[in-house]
């Protein structure tokens, strides 16, 4: 059995339970994971390596996940994914995403969306 090649991704969410479930389930679905718990953290990484897919939850309480969603829209080659609470005021900022994922959702079904987008 061959295994899924390795896609680097970044987490950037501060929900700590939550962002460990998701390490955990992006582990096994062999990603090579980053993350980060606010946005100064998560640009930096940003700008020191490539990702393929970013996980983003923009309701982070230091209030940057809105400045990191900036950053990504004119990062065109990472594929975004939000995984949070819908927020109206962010509607033109999410269609900067690949998808949207609204809490609560399963981490091993966000792995599972994640992977489409590697390589891409």
Not at 6 to 17: K, M, W
Not at 31 to 38: I, M, N, P
Not at 52 to 71: F, H, I, M
Not at 94 to 117: F, I
Request: with cysteine; aromatic share 6%.
């Amino acid at each position: 059995m061959s295994l899924a090649p390795s896609c680097p991704a970044l987490i950037v969410h501060d929900d700590g339970p939550f962002r460990k479930a998701l390490i955990a389930a992006l582990d096994q679905n062999h990603f090579t994971v980053t993350s980060s718990t606010d946005g100064p953290e998560a640009l930096k990484a940003l700008n020191e390596r490539c990702f393929s897919v970013v996980l983003l939850g923009v309701d982070l309480k230091t209030g940057r996940g809105l400045a990191t969603l900036e950053y990504l829209r004119d990062k065109r080659r990472t594929s975004l994914i939000i995984v949070g609470i819908p927020n109206p005021k962010l509607r033109d900022y999410a269609k900067t995403a690949v998808e949207t994922l609204v809490k609560p959702v399963d981490p091993s079904y966000v792995a599972r969306r994640a992977r489409v987008y590697c390589g891409h």
